[in-house]
């Protein structure tokens, strides 16, 4: 006869994830990580070499080239935000990268001209700033407010297309700033200063998240696997909500503010939406770049609550459904002329009621497995 005790011992133990299950996940999220981080890097060091490839023959073919670079760098990127919000670091507060590699939006007449003002911008200044270089541009960013961006994606962004001043297209920035134009040798040496910095400051991430001990990663790895699990389920939980679903679709959504959206000078800002969706599901269901793969989170919340894995796993394709089914570009949805019917602006609002609801779905995943995460 099976005592009463060993009933309730049985009970207890297929009442949540086992040691074993958590600490998998941990590892497996580490390598993910680090894969993701590489990919990244990867892709970037391809958009430094066509950039330099452009900026050593400037023509319509090699800038045309150095734009397809970034967009396909930025794919890469888009999937590892969901590794922020938990004091990692890309965003330690000491000593993050994140408001030098990403931040948005950006004032274009911080770095270079804009119409109405030809000689705006830090490259038109060569008197207040005779040499362009890394330590300039870093030492600039975000200087006297947040939209005083000289550094990272939106920075390159803005070099390559140039303002956004068409209602149907990205920016239409001549080849002409590099060659004949005034300050056309500044313009190339922030575009590269720039670029090389961005790559630099992704290896940083790479670095820290590397096996062989020593760094961030070892550190992350030595947490108890319900904290480390925590962390990362709170990067998720806060991508899916309060940045993707909140501040970058819901604000400019709401204020139909084509200002407010993410990459707004090469129009790209669709592909960026898909990018962070992609990314939480990547974390949950650990499938992550260049092949990484093995013990999930949704793995984990399964031991505790198979149904409610179940659910999410659900929400987070329906999620990915959403955002790919947002006409491109995002900012035709932003303006005063558009209905809230059109379809176009409904399957915006549509994808971020998504995103707030697998949000919800997330914290209670996180609450089955016994950890407790907060998130806007």
Same mark, same amino acid.
């Given at each position: ?43 970037? %060091? ?116 140039? %303002? ?32 090389? %910095? ?59 503010? %084509? ?118």
């Amino acid at each position: 006869m099976v005592s009463a005790l060993a009933l309730l011992a049985a009970a207890c133990g297929s009442s949540g994830p086992s040691d074993e299950t958590m600490e998998d996940a941990v590892e497996t999220y580490a390598r993910g990580v680090h894969a993701a981080y590489s990919a990244s890097l990867a892709s970037a %060091q391809d958009m430094d070499d066509a950039i330099h490839t452009f900026l050593d023959n400037p023509t319509s073919a090699t800038l045309e080239g150095a734009k397809r670079a970034w967009l396909i760098a930025r794919d890469d990127y888009g999937p590892t935000e969901v590794f922020r919000f938990y004091g990692g670091p890309i965003d330690d507060e000491e000593t993050g990268t994140e408001g030098l590699i990403n931040a948005w939006p950006l004032d274009e007449g911080y770095i270079d001209y804009v119409e109405g003002n030809p000689t705006a911008g830090i490259i038109n200044d060569p008197g207040t700033y005779p040499t362009i270089d890394a330590d300039l541009i870093v030492s600039l960013n975000e200087v006297g407010g947040e939209a005083n961006v000289s550094t990272g994606w939106h920075a390159i962004e803005f070099l390559l297309w140039g %303002q956004d001043l068409t209602g149907d297209g990205p920016g239409a920035r001549p080849v002409s700033d590099y060659t004949t134009a005034d300050n056309a040798d500044r313009r190339a040496t922030y575009l590269a200063v720039a670029t090389h %910095q961005l790559v630099d400051h992704l290896q940083e991430l790479v670095d820290a998240w590397a096996p062989g001990g020593g760094n961030y990663r070892a550190e992350f790895e030595a947490l108890d696997a319900a904290e480390a699990l925590r962390l990362a389920i709170t990067g998720a939980g806060e991508l899916s909500r309060g940045e993707l679903a909140g501040e970058r679709m819901n604000v400019a959504y709401e204020a139909r503010s %084509q200002e407010d959206e993410h990459s707004c000078f090469s129009d790209n800002t669709h592909a960026d939406i898909i990018g962070n969706a992609v990314g939480v599901a990547m974390v949950l269901e650990a499938d992550y770049p260049l092949g990484v793969t093995g013990t999930s989170i949704l793995d984990v919340v399964a031991e505790a609550d198979a149904e409610l894995a179940d659910q999410l796993r659900a929400e987070l394709a329906a999620s990915i459904v959403a955002t790919e089914a947002i006409p491109a570009p995002f900012d035709q949805h932003l303006t005063e002329d558009v209905s809230d019917d059109d379809p176009g602006r409904s399957s915006v609002l549509a994808a971020i009621e998504l995103l707030e609801d697998q949000t919800d779905t997330i914290v209670a995943a996180a609450d089955a497995i016994g950890v407790t995460i907060n998130v806007s």
